[in-house]
């Protein structure tokens, strides 16, 4: 059994995970880009090991490097954390081959759920219904899409076959759109995962992005942990997930309906480990499985605090050979959980990403709240890793309390350096649909917006004239004292005496 | 000293009468305004009501950040104000749209060429960077004059990368 675990990622899951580490009792062994020697996981970690230059593919995505490392100062497991190496079935092989522990599922879970088509049609096979799109495997040529573009009918999406985190997709509202739109996908994918080939699927419309958490160990148990809801979206990337979902809420019998299904489809391809299983929710209830993501996901927080279970030690115990402590009629949600991804992009310009140094920040605290980070004042935003700086996590006893905590807590936090999404979160907790919570994977993009209309116009117009207008004052003042200590034609130290004399 | 503030397309006529007072469109307010920790934030007490604002300036106006909401304000004091007046109405100069990198990245693609007429909202060029692949786009209609890089070039921020006339 290790007592040493080498965390294969950066940023806050690489802080996450050490944590849970700690917590139990482990060592923990970081490794880092050049640019990273200073970031948060390298100085918590117990030991440290440079990988080579900023990019990922010299750096975080070097499996062999990592696996060498591990092997030479004798960590026992390797946590991949998500992204980078997380679902790269050939590197959790190579990990088990060296004889070390992949803190994660099987290596044949990891290729049969990431390739797309594979997973649609295994999944479908265990009795657990698929989106309509592309039937079977294989790779398609652009006029073969085409032909079945036709059949499955508009709209609908282009999707990466070896996909994920919105990469590769593209919405197609006729065929004349189509061809330029499969390029840049194929090209987008190829960039991503090194492999172009493309999928369709129907476009489902006003469907809701619901998923479950899965836990299964070595001893064949397989439990979920309830639903999350991650319908706020932009570009195909969650930006704000909660658990429970409001579209199931009270509805226990729905929830274990669904959660079973998806146990189903986990133990279809004999799962292990923490896993993800995602479906697309139509507003009648019926219910698609979309994809399966093997691996820890960014937003398990909110499901560790409706449940009261570490979802990062449990991961731990389980690569340990431990047997789940709980069983399916053990997992309640208590209260509800809110979190907002804060990302280092501007939201008044088009959410480009933004990057700096970060030269302030005030982090909320209080009752009620949990951040995960990897920055700090001090910290450089580089442009080489994704932009998320932080999750902001609350809790309330009900949606209502969570929501008004997580406005709180949103006015409370300052970060200053890079822009952050935060105006953009303060916007969403004020909206009147997302309080009601009618949201779907669309709102954003089609019933949200950052500006402003004539009607409501934000309540301190005259506020903000005047900050701009002392600023810009304290400015020129300052302009014109440097300008007029240069007209002086003598130094200012003699200007100082004559005027000293002047005033005797 | 007498300025006129445009916030969000209304205009506010700021007198700074003293340390602690000044008037907005007349109306005389007691005011105390520090700065945070030598950051780009200002704690302002307007009449006793406390205000955090992040007040950030790009080339032409200042984008202010309060209670969660960005509002967008040009400075003049009247002179400048004078002097803008009786330059409208003359022929206006054409804009020279100078593209520049928003952040450093790598160009994946230009779909525009040189002398191409483009529309206001056309993507020019799409760079990547944080892993995300994002769509410059032209702010209005003109013409593409210089290509100044070429795709799978890497680009500092800020760096002009094409411009439309």
Redesign the interface.
Known sequence: MFNKVLIANRGEIAVRIERACRELGLQTVAVYSDVDRSAMHVRYADEAYCLGPAPSRDSYLRGDKIIAIAKQCKAGAIHPGYGFLAERADFAQAVLDNGLEFVGPRPSSISAMGDKMKARATVSQAGVPVVPGTEGEGALRDDDLLAIADKIGFPLLIKATAGGGGKGMREVRSLEEMPPLMAAARREAEASFGDGNIYLEKLLEGARHIEFQILADKHGNVIHLGDRECSIQRRHQKILEESPSIFIDKDEEFRQRMGAVAVRAAQAVGYLNAGTIEFLVEKDKNYYFLEMNTRLQVEHPVTEWVTGIDIVKEQIRIARGRQLRFSQEDIHQRGWAIECRICAEDPYNNFLPSTGRITHMLLPTGPGIRVDTGVYVGFEVTPYYDSLISKLVVWGETRGEAILRMRRALEEYKIIGVRTNIPFHQRLMDSHRFMGGQVDTRFVEDRFTLDISEEEQPPHPHVAAVAATLVAHRQTQRAAHVIQRAERDTSNWKWLGRWERLRR | ?K?I?T??G?E?T?D?LDESH?S?DGVV?E?D?ERV?N????S?V?DGHS?E???Y?DEEQ??????????R?V?E?ERERRLRSQLEGAPAERGVFNLKA????LV??IPVGEGQPVEKGDVLLIL???????EL?SPHAGKISRVRVAPGERVE?KQTLLSVV
């Open positions: 000293m300025y503030t916030v969000n209304r506010y700021i700074i000044l907005v307010y005011l305004f920790g950051q780009p934030v200002y302002l307007l205000f604002a992040h007040v300036t200042w984008q202010v950040l309060l209670r969660g909401d960005m509002y304000a400075v004091d928003p952040m450093p990245g994946i693609a990547e960077s944080m892993k995300m692949q994002n786009r921020q």
